[in-house]
T-cell receptor
Framework: AQSVTQLGSHVSVSEGALVLLRCNYS??????LFWYVQYPNQGLQLLLK??????LVKGINGFEAEFKKSETSFHLTKPSAHMSDAAEYFC???????????FGTGTRLKVLA | EPEVTQTPSHQVTQMGQEVILRCVPI?????FYWYRQILGQKVEFLVS????????KSEIFDDQFSVERPDGSNFTLKIRSTKLEDSAMYFC????????????FGPGTRLTVL
C-alpha cells in the first residue's frame, strides 16, 4: 500500500536560510506527488506537483521539489526563507488508478527573525 | 479565481446527533472528495464521488457516513449519529478528474462533538 513519510514534524529556520522539508513515499507504481501548504485556520493550498516529465518542479512562492525515484523522495526546498513561509506543509501521493490522496503527517515550519 | 467553499466553518453538536457538512465545489469539476484531519494528525481520505455515485471510500467511511450531491452545485457529507471521535476538521475537495490534475481544497469545517 502507498504511504508517505515526512521526517521532522517541526522544522525551524532563520529568515533567509535554506528551507528543506523531507518527504519519502512508498508506491508500487509511478506516483503523482504533491506538496500542499496550510496556513492557520485555512484550507490546503497546492504548492507544486509532480506527474510526469521533468523531475525538478517549481511551484509558487519560490518553492521547488525534486522527484528522485531511486531514493523514493520528493523533498521540498526554498533557497531563502521568509517570515510568511511559516505554516504547515503536507506531502501527498496519488497512485495511478486511484484518485485518493495519501498525506504525510505534515511538517510545521517556523521561521525565526 | 474559483474556489471550493464549505459551510459552516465550525459546527458543534451533541453525541448521537446527525450533522450535515456542506460544500460547493468548483463549478466545472467532476470529482468530489471528503477528507478529515483529527487535531494533530494527518489528513485522511474519506470518500470520492463521481457521476452521482461513490467511486472510492476508505475504511473510515462506514455506514454512519453518507454523501450526496443534491443539486448541481452542492456536495454534502452526512454523519448520522456522531461520536466523540468524529471531532475533526473536514475538508472538501474537487478536481476535473484528468490525469495528474490536482485537487482543490476548501477551507474546512471544524466539527466538535460533545
Amino acid at each position: 500500500a502507498q504511504s508517505v513519510t515526512q521526517l521532522g514534524s517541526h522544522v525551524s529556520v532563520s529568515e533567509g536560510a535554506l528551507v528543506l522539508l523531507r518527504c519519502n513515499y512508498s508506491s508500487s507504481v509511478p506516483p503523482y506527488l504533491f506538496w500542499y501548504v496550510q496556513y492557520p485556520n485555512q484550507g490546503l493550498q497546492l504548492l507544486l506537483k509532480y506527474t510526469t516529465g521533468a523531475t525538478l518542479v517549481k511551484g509558487i512562492n519560490g518553492f521547488e521539489a525534486e522527484f528522485k525515484k531511486s531514493e523514493t523522495s520528493f523533498h521540498l526546498t526554498k533557497p531563502s526563507a521568509h517570515m510568511s513561509d511559516a505554516a504547515e506543509y503536507f506531502c501527498a501521493v496519488r497512485e495511478t488508478g486511484t484518485y485518493k490522496y495519501i498525506f504525510g503527517t505534515g511538517t510545521r515550519l517556523k521561521v525565526l527573525a | 479565481e474559483p474556489e471550493v467553499t464549505q459551510t459552516p466553518s465550525h459546527q458543534v453538536t451533541q453525541m448521537g446527533q446527525e450533522v450535515i457538512l456542506r460544500c460547493v465545489p468548483i463549478s466545472n469539476h467532476l470529482y468530489f472528495y471528503w477528507y478529515r484531519q483529527i487535531l494533530g494528525q494527518k489528513v485522511e481520505f474519506l470518500v470520492s464521488f463521481y457521476n452521482n455515485e461513490i467511486s472510492e471510500k476508505s475504511e473510515i467511511f462506514d455506514d454512519q457516513f453518507s454523501v450526496e450531491r443534491p443539486d448541481g452545485s452542492n456536495f454534502t457529507l452526512k454523519i448520522r449519529s456522531t461520536k466523540l471521535e468524529d471531532s475533526a476538521m473536514y475538508f472538501c475537495a474537487s478536481n476535473r478528474g484528468t490525469s495528474g490534475n490536482e485537487q482543490f481544497f476548501g477551507p474546512g469545517t471544524r466539527l466538535t462533538v460533545l
